[in-house]
């Protein structure tokens, strides 16, 4: 041992005699005067493939793959502390951190909902814009000039309508008609032919060529043939044989579908329209950037009164309403806002108005795109989920059943229809969400009242998970 109080000297003593790099290993050295380098960590080969991988891992520089998504579902063991954690990971969440939702009283406390991605498709065509369902096809509209066909239940791509403009922004099917809004403000119209084989029949554009080069010659007549805005939705009232188009100008324009004229322009709105939708008994609702729903009723009698009436306007607690949507009796009309949140309103049935119900929480950006199917309302979210809500036929109330995670933008379109892909066999229905980060999701969502066959089915590998 050495004495503290010895080393300054001993050292300035080994320093003046250039001693100290030629001590030898079993004389004493002071830690805190050692001039010896630190070694130099050379790192193995092994040390270097972890190293390059972690970088690869972290750089932003490559493009993000949709189609080979990093998910690994659970697997399930029978132990019952595995399989509860198999639950809870397979339960949906029914709130968000920035709108907690608090569910309602559930009047069957076993019920359990479940859902899983059974295909997920990125198209190269950019951002999806808009989708309907008919007949066992799927048609969705993007960026491009495209419509693509999808047919059920395999989701294969089985055709293509074609045209010149691009940005197909709505889609609306109707006695094997397909009516596609475009952004140059026409609306181009299809024939579907199941003869030999499917095949789609151009009809006709909306407004007609001629007849719109003709109104350039007549006063005042210019404004009623064509949108000076982009068309933004599309309604189509059956019975009447009525094509309804709503476009940023803050117009309705009535359509004919017989002779697809034009009969009358309805001056909606003070701010852009950005969906309509129409009722079973001719009732017309119109959603705007204004922060509002207006209610309009079709007139039947002559004289100088307008085809079309404007009988309430609803308000949305000053947030622009961006997506309408009704029930299948058309007792409930629901309004996606841009604040997240989505109105409802009821309709009486002695006296047919329309009063506030109240307001579905949980989307933390603003609610896109809406659809409604038997008990459940779809709404789709720049917050990129997806959320299924049930409402009770007896009290009305909502609860928020399933949030559907998968997506990477904001979900512009969603389709819904009851069962199995058209097959009425289970309680739930399928969902087709479309997103603007290019990639076309089918979900199926279905609800039990037994947890037991939950576990069941989990056991025999029936997984359910978000992709």
């Not at 999808?150 to 940005?167: D, N, R, S, V």
């Not at 709505?170 to 008609?177: C, F, G, L, R, T």
Request: proline share 6%.
């Amino acid at each position: 041992m050495y004495a503290p109080k010895e080393e300054p000297l001993l050292c300035c003593i080994l320093r003046q005699r250039k001693w100290l790099p030629y001590c030898s290993s079993n004389s004493p050295q002071t830690p805190s005067f050692s001039t010896k380098p630190k070694p130099k960590i050379t790192p193995t080969t092994e040390e270097n493939t972890q190293n390059q991988n972690m970088f690869r891992s972290i750089s932003n520089k490559e493009a993000p793959s949709f189609s080979h998504f990093p998910y690994t579902p659970p697997h399930p063991t029978n132990s019952p502390s595995s399989l509860s954690q198999t639950l809870s990971l397979h339960a949906s969440p029914t709130s968000s951190p920035l709108h907690p939702l608090i569910p309602t009283s559930s009047k069957n406390p076993d019920l359990l909902t479940a859902y899983r991605c059974i295909s997920s498709v990125l198209q190269k065509d950019g951002q999806i814009l808009s989708i309907a369902a008919s007949n066992g096809l799927v048609y969705t509209g993007s960026t491009t000039n495209l419509i693509r066909l999808w047919k059920l239940p395999e989701f294969t791509e089985c055709g293509q309508l074609k045209a010149k403009a691009c940005m197909v922004v709505a889609i609306e099917v109707s006695h094997d008609k397909i009516y596609a809004a475009y952004g140059d403000g026409k609306v181009r119209v299809w024939q579907r032919a199941w003869d030999g084989g499917l095949k789609h029949v151009r009809l006709a554009t909306i407004p007609k060529t001629g007849s719109y080069v003709r109104s350039l010659y007549i006063a005042g007549k210019d404004k009623t043939i064509k949108h000076t805005g982009a068309v933004t939705s599309l309604a189509i009232h059956v019975s009447e044989d009525i094509l309804y188009s709503a476009s940023t100008d803050k117009t309705v324009k009535v359509w004919r579908i017989s002779d697809l004229k034009c009969i009358e322009t309805i001056q909606a709105h003070s701010g852009p329209i950005n969906a309509i939708i129409v009722a079973d008994d001719g009732i017309l609702y119109t959603a705007s950037d204004d922060a509002t729903i207006r209610v309009w009723r079709r007139n039947f009698c002559s004289g100088d009164q307008l085809p079309h009436s404007l009988t309430m306007t609803l308000p949305a607690k000053c947030s622009p309403v961006k997506t309408l949507t009704l029930t299948s009796d058309g007792g409930v009309l629901y309004g996606g806002c841009t604040d997240g949140y989505i109105h409802y309103w009821l309709k009486g049935w002695f006296s047919g108005q329309l009063q506030y119900g109240g307001t579905l929480q949980g989307h933390t950006h603003a609610v896109m795109c809406l659809a409604s199917v038997a008990n459940y309302v779809v709404s789709g979210s720049a917050d990129s989920t997806s959320r299924i809500w049930s409402r009770d036929v007896e009290d009305g109330q909502h609860t928020c059943l399933a949030v559907l995670v998968g997506h990477r933008g904001p979900i512009r379109c969603v389709a819904a229809f009851y069962g199995r892909l058209g097959e009425e066999t289970e309680e739930g229905c399928t969902i087709c969400t479309g997103s603007l980060d290019g990639v076309l999701k089918v979900w199926r969502v279905t609800c039990t009242n037994k947890v037991a066959e939950n576990m069941t089915s989990t056991q025999n590998g029936c997984e359910y998970f978000e992709l």
